[in-house]
């Protein structure tokens, strides 16, 4: 039961951190959902990077290196770290600067002012939501799978054969996390049974993180992010170190590391079987960050402009520290050092908490499991609080006209539908898992493809109401075609496939992401329809573009 109480414990040190900075909570819709607009470098450093490093950069990149290889950081996580500092730079100080200047709480207030369109959050605001929802999703899938599988045993110990649960035979071989002498029944359903179920589990992530939101709001939320990041960047490479040291099995530890890095199969080191189109137009998707709407709002939240040069300096780094040793796990345990059985194998979600499980002591076992789940909560509470002020900020005042609400009307408004997305994302999470990490990359394609309105709000005086309009119904209506013929993400290596004469490996098309498409979609119908409609009024541009500069 060691793990399972470790878990318990971490989960209730967390509530009670996010309780006690609550405490800190000025009682107005301003502190509750930009905290003042105090937050200084350092806790916005781990805020924006607690809640961009998700369930997708933990459990996801380790399963997909498990699934692809090692070349699954070229893809995402290198251009990731230069990427997401170019948008904290280009679009997050302009955005600072734009929110303090005229108090904006949300995307859509930012662009119904920019755009002069009180409707723009009509489409914007549904689009936004239905993307952050299978954000979520990936976190609340993950967090319950990963209690399940570390805790498996932890009630009742035994193995399901034939779907019968047998109780006592849980394999040796998996307890030692070796390759054992003779292969085992296919049939095999490692940590179904004798763990926390993953409902269960679920419902209890879900409920401790609705608490603290619900009463620290983004204060309370950005110091528990700045925890929890701590948390899994400290314990994830405690994690890398141990997982390493146990399968090379050699008494110090760079020699156990060589040995667990010259097991991986050679096919597995390579990307020769990723297409060089498909590996560049990965690239597109890390632009995600530039409309994901609840780091627009943590952008808000800076106490100045200088704030932001610590996360832009710092986030690379990060980067590095996380996803390097995920991507190595998951290549180790394609090597013969270790046995992943069939059900395991199948589910990619599960790589990681069952190598922490096997390869890890009771205690320790449990301290790395919190560490995962503190990379999991940190982005759920953002993505939660932001849900709930565009809905207050965005739908409900609106709709209320001249009849201004009160701070404590707005504060329960938000509450309420925090709420009840928690309960929305719950429920749905019930249903058949994806791969977490295709599911995040079409999430984070679904952004990448409104990027450019960002940026052209923020860059291109020309920009329309029309032109806007038109990019919005671009990216949903091709995320929405691509998605369905991806099989809603169960073909996870979907792509856009374009004929040409002459290609690298004689195929005759290019195998691109369908991120690249969505950009190119949205893109030429903003430009096209905004160069041909009434630009907008000299007053507005002289508004967001003042010719002193200021």
Known sequence: MAQLLIISGYLFLLLLLGIGASRLFRGTSQDYMLASHSIGPFLLLMSIFGTTMTAFALVGSTGESFKEGVGVYGMLASSSGIIHSLCFLLLGVKVWELGKKYEYRTQVQFFRDRLESRWIGVILFPVLVGLVIPYLLIGVMASGTVINKVTAGSIRDGQVVDGTFEEGTFPQFLEQGKKPQSEEPANFIYGSQGGVPKPLASLAICGIVLIYVFLGGMRGTTWANTFQTLVFMVLGIVTFVVIAWQLGGQESFWASLQMASNSIPVEKLTRIHIPPEKFLTYMFVPLSVGMFP????????????????????????????????????????????????????????????????????????????????????????????????????????????????????????????????????????????RRVFTLGVWCFSGFSSLFPLIFAALYWPRLTKAGAYACVLAAAGSWLWLFRASEFAANPNFTVNIPVPITLDGDGYWQLMPVAAMIACSTVAMVCVSVVTRPPSDATVERFFPKNGC
């Open 294 to 433: 609840h780091l627009f709002q943590h952008w808000l939240t800076a106490r100045s402009a200088e704030s932001f040069k610590l996360p832009i300096v710092a986030h690379p780094l990060f980067i590095a520290i996380v996803w390097v040793p995920c991507v190595l796990i998951g290549a180790w345990a394609t090597s013969d050092l270790i046995t992943i059985p069939p059900p395991v194998a199948a589910n990619p979600n599960a790589v990681l908490p069952f190598l922490v499980k096997q390869l890890a002591g009771p205690v320790l076992g449990g301290l790395l499991t919190a560490g995962i789940l503190a990379a999991i909560m940190s982005s759920l509470d953002s993505q939660f609080l932001c849900l709930g002020t565009m809905f207050t900020e965005d739908v409900v005042r609106p709709l209320c006209g001249q009849r201004s609400l009160s701070d404590r009307q707005q504060l329960l408004v938000a509450r309420l539908f925090i709420i009840g997305i928690v309960v929305l994302t719950y429920g749905l999470s019930l249903f058949e898992p």
